[in-house]
Nanobody
Framework: VQLQASGGGLVQAGGSLRLSCATS????????MAWFRQAPGQEREFVAA???????HYADSVKGRFTISRDNAKNTVYLQMNNLEPEDTAVYYC???????????????????WGQGTLVTVSS
């Protein structure tokens, strides 16, 4: 199983970025997928998730600004990030799990598979 995150970069506050996570080696349509982020010196935190049912869940800090989506034909999950803030600066990781339950969807330790991370830097 491989997860390959991409799309990070440097953007000014108020700008937008779209992250992608291409997967292989798994039955993507049956997996719940998520994005987490980790800023320097901080713990990895939940950003957004999309279950195999396509239901979506967001951290309060990104609700209304970020949108998670999936394309089962391309085995890829996306994170559209709008109105970015300096506080969004972090390494963003995609994660996937086939059997994660709803109550665990925000817990990084409950995901089996992880991508390598992509750096997002938002300047003020």
């Amino acid at each position: 199983v491989q997860l390959q995150a991409s799309g990070g970069g440097l953007v000014q506050a108020g700008g937008s970025l779209r992250l992608s996570c291409a997967t292989s080696g798994l039955t993507f349509s049956r997996y719940s997928m998520a994005w987490f982020r980790q800023a320097p010196g901080q713990e990895r935190e939940f950003v957004a998730a999309i279950r195999w049912t396509s239901s979506t869940h967001y951290a309060d800090s990104v609700k209304g600004r970020f949108t998670i989506s999936r394309d089962n034909a391309k085995n890829t999950v996306y994170l559209q990030m709008n109105n970015l803030e300096p506080e969004d600066t972090a390494v963003y990781y995609c994660a996937g799990d086939r059997e994660i339950i709803l109550s665990s969807i925000r817990r990084p330790n409950d995901y089996d598979y992880w991508g390598q991370g992509t750096l997002v830097t938002v300047s003020s």
